[in-house]
């Protein structure tokens, strides 16, 4: 096969990829809003774009401090930023909402879902 081929479907697996990971990231946070009180999700529209904002949220954390804001990945450092992203993304996101104790059993139960979906969730 020539280099064009290899080339273009490295392309398409990678953003594959990213939708299979914001998907996945959708999933996980939908669940993580029904079991908690005090988390808010209104529509279908912030959640996507809450999970996509958490996913960018995610990568410049990794990007920058080296840090993965995943609660069992880090100890409680992870746990720490997975609670703080959580609750920063109420900013960024109209229909999103969330108190600091809401993130706080959020994080964890967004980390107990995230470990048990199968997949590798890194960047």
Do not use: C
Not at 2 to 12: A, F, I
Not at 19 to 37: N, Q, S, Y
Not at 84 to 108: C, K, R
């Amino acid at each position: 096969m020539s280099e064009t081929q290899n080339g273009t479907r490295s392309k398409t697996s990678t953003v594959w990829q990213i939708v299979g990971r914001l998907v996945a990231a959708a999933i996980v946070l939908a669940i993580t809003a029904f079991f908690t009180p005090g988390f808010t999700i209104n529509n279908i529209w912030s959640l996507i774009i809450a999970a996509v904002v958490l996913s960018v949220i995610d990568y410049l954390l990794v990007k920058f401090t080296g840090l993965h804001a995943s609660p069992f990945g880090k100890g409680f450092v992870g746990f720490a930023l997975a609670a703080i992203t959580l609750y920063v993304t109420q900013f960024f996101v109209a229909g999103y909402s969330i108190s600091w104790i809401a993130a706080i059993i959020g994080a964890l139960i967004y980390g107990v879902v995230d470990y048990f979906l199968p997949g590798n969730q890194e960047m």
